[in-house]
């Protein structure tokens, strides 16, 4: 894990728990939405925004509500994903699954429950302008809904056991995956009020870096280690899911993700020094072993 990561991990978790801490929701729920949330993700999506927000000169306290909304927005499309009408895994994060943990039924609830705290979460944040706050709010539900994660995972659903052309790939991944790491990037530069020239730079880097970050996944579950990354590896090609391996083939798969990787790290010539660290994101989401 790459230092500068450790940071923000530590920033959102603190937030995260404050914002997961009601007597007013039912005890079950809020269990198993806490453990869907605190059982060690990488936190690479709030990285984004923050990192976005900050080298664009914005101060972090403006991104932790959005921080929180789109790590929220992605343990729930996790707790779905891993459902037996989906893709049935017992495994995440080296735990059971939420719906093996918990049953399926408080699974589906805690997945409904994290997604519209998300937007709540947002919507009231002190810190921002209400224009800002609907801007944000606009820019993640895009991502996250029908023409975004839930169009992509809807896609992954109808590609198991069949083969698709290059383009119904791409979208696939763009979509079920890319938008939103992307919108955690273009977040960044709402809350900081980028201009133009940099927003263009920084929805570039994330069109790149969302794709990218799919590639990988799949990469990782061809080659990856069980208890690296903490799912059953090969579980793709069991469910025969369409990937970027199983359409490309291992070597064509990396060869794409370094292309990619060089795109995100081209498309912040504009911030100069201050996307040092997004250049470094980059190569991790490339590389990462988890
Ligand atoms: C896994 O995402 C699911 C995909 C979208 C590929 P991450 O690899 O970011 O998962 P965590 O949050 O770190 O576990
Ligand atoms: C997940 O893709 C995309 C989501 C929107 C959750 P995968 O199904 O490949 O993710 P993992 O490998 O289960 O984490
Ligand atoms: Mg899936
Ligand atoms: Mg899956
Ligand atoms: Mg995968």
């Given at each position: 894990m790459i230092e500068v990561l450790a940071d923000y991990q530590r920033r959102v978790?603190?937030?995260?728990?404050?914002?997961?801490?009601?007597?007013?929701?039912?005890?079950?729920?809020?269990?198993?939405?806490?453990?869907?949330?605190?059982?060690?993700?990488?936190?690479?999506?709030?990285?984004l925004v923050y990192m976005a927000a900050e080298a664009l000169g914005a101060a972090l306290s403006r991104a932790d509500s959005t921080a929180c909304a789109i790590e929220m927005i992605h343990a729930y499309?996790?707790?779905?994903?891993?459902?037996?009408?989906?893709?049935?895994?017992?495994?995440?994060?080296?735990?059971p699954t939420c719906h093996i943990k918990f049953d399926e039924a408080t699974a589906i609830l805690a997945g409904d429950a994290l997604h519209s705290l998300a937007f709540e979460i947002v919507a009231r944040d002190p810190a921002l302008a209400a224009g800002t706050r609907v801007e944000l709010i606009g820019r993640i539900s895009a991502a996250a809904g029908p023409t975004?994660?839930?169009?992509?995972?809807?896609?992954?659903?109808?590609?198991?056991?069949?083969?698709?052309?290059?383009?119904?790939?791409?979208?696939?991944?763009?979509?079920?995956?890319?938008a939103l790491l992307s919108a955690s990037v273009v977040?960044?530069?709402?809350?900081?009020?980028?201009?133009?020239?940099?927003?263009?730079?920084?929805?570039?880097?994330?069109?790149?870096?969302?794709?990218?970050?799919?590639?990988?996944?799949?990469?990782?579950?061809?080659?990856?280690?069980?208890?690296?990354?903490?799912?059953?590896?090969?579980?793709?090609?069991?469910?025969?899911?369409?990937?970027f391996v199983s359409v490309h083939?291992?070597?064509?798969?990396?060869?794409?993700?370094?292309?990619?990787?060089?795109?995100?790290?081209?498309?912040?010539a504009p911030l100069g020094e201050t996307g040092a660290g997004l250049r470094q994101l980059a190569d991790f989401v490339a590389r990462r072993d988890h």
């Amino acid at each position: 894990m790459i230092e500068v990561l450790a940071d923000y991990q530590r920033r959102v978790e603190e937030h995260l728990d404050a914002c997961l801490d009601s007597a007013s929701i039912p005890s079950r729920l809020l269990e198993a939405m806490r453990y869907a949330v605190f059982n060690g993700g990488k936190r690479i999506r709030p990285a984004l925004v923050y990192m976005a927000a900050e080298a664009l000169g914005a101060a972090l306290s403006r991104a932790d509500s959005t921080a929180c909304a789109i790590e929220m927005i992605h343990a729930y499309s996790l707790i779905h994903d891993d459902l037996p009408s989906m893709d049935d895994d017992d495994l995440r994060r080296g735990q059971p699954t939420c719906h093996i943990k918990f049953d399926e039924a408080t699974a589906i609830l805690a997945g409904d429950a994290l997604h519209s705290l998300a937007f709540e979460i947002v919507a009231r944040d002190p810190a921002l302008a209400a224009g800002t706050r609907v801007e944000l709010i606009g820019r993640i539900s895009a991502a996250a809904g029908p023409t975004g994660m839930v169009g992509g995972q809807v896609i992954d659903l109808q590609s198991e056991n069949r083969t698709v052309d290059d383009a119904t790939l791409e979208h696939m991944h763009r979509s079920k995956t890319g938008a939103l790491l992307s919108a955690s990037v273009v977040c960044g530069g709402i809350i900081a009020d980028a201009p133009p020239v940099l927003a263009d730079a920084l929805a570039r880097y994330g069109y790149a870096l969302g794709l990218a970050f799919q590639v990988r996944d799949d990469i990782l579950d061809e080659i990856g280690d069980t208890e690296v990354i903490g799912k059953r590896t090969g579980a793709d090609h069991a469910r025969r899911k369409t990937t970027f391996v199983s359409v490309h083939g291992l070597d064509s798969a990396g060869a794409r993700l370094d292309e990619l990787r060089l795109e995100a790290i081209d498309a912040l010539a504009p911030l100069g020094e201050t996307g040092a660290g997004l250049r470094q994101l980059a190569d991790f989401v490339a590389r990462r072993d988890h």
